[in-house]
């Protein structure tokens, strides 16, 4: 089946597809993998995995899924390989905490012969796909297919369905110092509040300007202008604003969007902002400048 022939190729051919999907065709049976088999496993066999990027599961919801599976079982299958000793998880992470939860030894699993890369690619995808990251989480799962899987920012865009200055602006959180990610992982800032964040000197200065957005409750714009501040940039009044022409403020609007940064038009002057050398290539590699040699 065309399936069988993807895997043989690796995973790449079939992840233009949905992943999600795609387990589910090997749950139910209607995908046909190396070394798949129905079992029923200890839990105290399971590995779980180590390349899963969920790493926040809110215990409200894990509890009702524990009290639904000790009144009904569980319905899907776990996914796992063998390993050494027991086996590796691939999917079903919420399963299995709320089977622990419930008191359960054993649970009903598919056994399928995947690599390593393999169960790292599905276990990472599956979880973008279904966009229930939190936004850090986002982050280091994109990282870990650019270093572990050699993922270029092009076939990265294609596997999670993203433009690549999203992909790009995204694994920059991670720059971020680990108290003010703990602020983006709580809720208490977003993207929009941390990315410009990103443009100020060092961790300290990150750090005490995302306290005070959060003290003051700032909104995006708020912030926006307030590091443009500590910057020292002096924040356009709205008076020279209207004045621009509205045919100008309209291409460094589509400019900004594209390029993923700030976009000036002036007389004779087009300013592009940029907060690092990794983001300046970035930009350039958008723009089709980048050399081969400095990538």
Request: overall charge negative.
């Amino acid at each position: 089946m065309a399936q069988e022939k993807h895997l043989g190729r690796g995973l790449n051919a079939i992840f233009g597809q949905n992943v999600e999907q795609f387990l589910d065709d090997i749950q139910n049976n209607a995908a046909e993998v190396p070394g798949r088999r129905e079992i029923e496993i200890n839990i105290s066999e399971i590995r779980p995995n180590p390349y899963q990027p969920r790493k926040e599961f809110e215990p409200k919801a894990l509890q009702e899924l524990a009290d639904s599976i000790k009144t009904h079982g569980i319905f899907t299958p776990l996914l796992v390989r063998k390993s050494v000793s027991g086996y590796d998880l691939i999917a079903g992470e919420r399963r299995l905490r709320a089977a622990k939860l419930a008191g359960l030894t054993t649970v009903p699993a598919i056994a399928v012969d995947f690599t390593e890369e393999q169960m790292m690619e599905i276990s990472i995808l599956e979880n973008v796909q279904r966009e229930d990251l939190n936004p850090i989480e986002e982050a280091a799962a994109y990282e870990s297919l650019v270093k572990k899987l050699g993922y270029t920012q092009e076939k990265l865009a294609q596997r999670v369905g993203k433009s690549r200055e999203y992909c790009a602006n995204m694994m920059r959180l991670l720059k971020l110092p680990s108290e003010v990610q703990q602020l983006v992982i709580e809720k208490k800032l977003t993207n929009g509040h941390v990315r410009p964040l990103l443009s100020l000197e060092d961790d300290d200065a990150i750090y005490d300007a995302a306290m005070k957005i959060v003290h003051d409750k700032m909104s995006v714009r708020d912030v926006e202008k307030y590091v443009k501040e500590l910057n020292g940039k002096a924040p356009k009044t709205v008076k020279a604003e209207k004045k621009k022409d509205p045919m100008i403020r309209d291409i460094e609007a589509r400019m900004s969007s594209k390029l993923g940064t700030e976009v000036e038009i002036q007389a004779k002057k087009i300013s592009i902002s940029f907060s690092d050398t990794d983001d300046l290539n970035r930009i350039l590699e958008i723009l089709g400048c980048l050399e081969e040699s400095y990538e």
